[in-house]
């Protein structure tokens, strides 16, 4: 075990060596969303009312991410912690029993896919068209969606051994069959929003094949056997320890965007804000993902030293954690300040008229205000996966809370009642993250004087 490389190589170093692939990773991600809702808007005629499904049904889309990626976190911390420890047994039961966590993850929203998946689009709306375009891509990325449960467990299990290029070239594979599928699916064999749909799963399925054979391949220095996946109370109540507050985490995104797509409906505009929005977010996921990429990074690496109880390395963690997230952070803000009209040009590429104005306009001002904020984002995520290292679970909700709800929401409710809802809504986001890093700063601050001595 001394021979790791997150025991015995520079932290600076480490942290560029895994994290640049696990960003790289998140980022393709990020962006296969993005390339969905390109093809999607540029249908034609339906692809404004079929973007609008998308926007309603994407919420549903992140809680089930934010399920799997949770129990990831919780899976990667305690691996990785045991790999400090060199505990054996702890290891392969961490490994069988996020197997099965994976596997009852799946069949919740099998379920939620078969039976509700009509009944959440119309909460929603009461459009028929978007509620039939929102429930047939609905009930196919659920009651498909193993693929991607499925891989966020397998990810993990090559993430907590150091092997961050492996889980990016799996999610590399994915990512094209996605992108090059949605082409073949919307446009040549006319699927519409169902081929975008399948599309995804797909690709999903593809990662998840490559990330298993990476794992009983390469995977050497973790081992599991078949009765490990037996479920064990004390294993899978230290996974939820950590998992819990991720997941709650990951799934304040869900929320955040189902209450801000009621917010912005207030407005007489409250279609073409949340048309906008729903575009608008999954350009920011790219910022998002690459910062929850780093912040991943500081759990595996953290953890490990922890683990092994290496002060001067734990410290050195802490260091390198933030100032990496935030260059990374620095480096999106530069580019989509400078990118905002190519890339909002993206999403008027059929549409015409008025329509196509109005998109293009929103949709560069809302990635010009909002990307001011993605620095002070990168500081909350980088100090939630300090604290999720250290196996705290209250204080990194507390974050995401305050950036996601309880700072946001009030501003957005103040601008979306303003005379100029359709500009200023999107000063609401720069305004929460930067109240939200400070006050993790001072969270983090508290925990260093606690913990460690600096």
Known sequence: MNNNKMATKPINRLFWSMGLPMVFSMVLQALYNVVDTVFIINMGETGIKANLALTYVFPVQIFMIAVGVGTGIGINALLSRGLGEKNQKKIG??????????????LIFLLFGLFASRWFMFIQTNDEEIIRMGSEYLTIVTTLSFGAIGFNVFERFLQATGKTMHSTISQVVG??????LDYVFIYPLNMGVAGAAYATVIGQIASLLVAVLFHYLLNKEVKHSFKDIVPNIKIIGSIYKVAWAAMLMQ??????????????SVSPDGDLINGTYGIYYKIQQIALF???????TIISLLSFNIGLNDKMRIKECIKWGIIDTVIVAGII???FELLAGPIANLFGLTTSGENKEQIINLCKTSI?????????MGVSLAIQGILQAYRKSVTPLIISLLRLIVLLVPFALLFVNSNNAVDLVWWSFPIAELLTMIISLFILFKHIRIHISI
């Open 251 to 264: 799934a304040l995104l869900s929320i955040n965007m189902f209450v801000m797509i009621k917010v912005f």
């Open 175 to 180: 990512a094209l069959i996605n992108i090059v």
């Open 290 to 296: 690459s910062c929850f990429g780093l912040s991943n």
């Open 368 to 376: 010009r205000i909002a990307s001011i904020g993605y620095v002070f």
């Open 333 to 335: 803000t530069i580019l």
């Open 93 to 106: 039961l961490t490994l069988g029993n996020g197997i099965f966590l994976g596997l009852c993850i799946y």
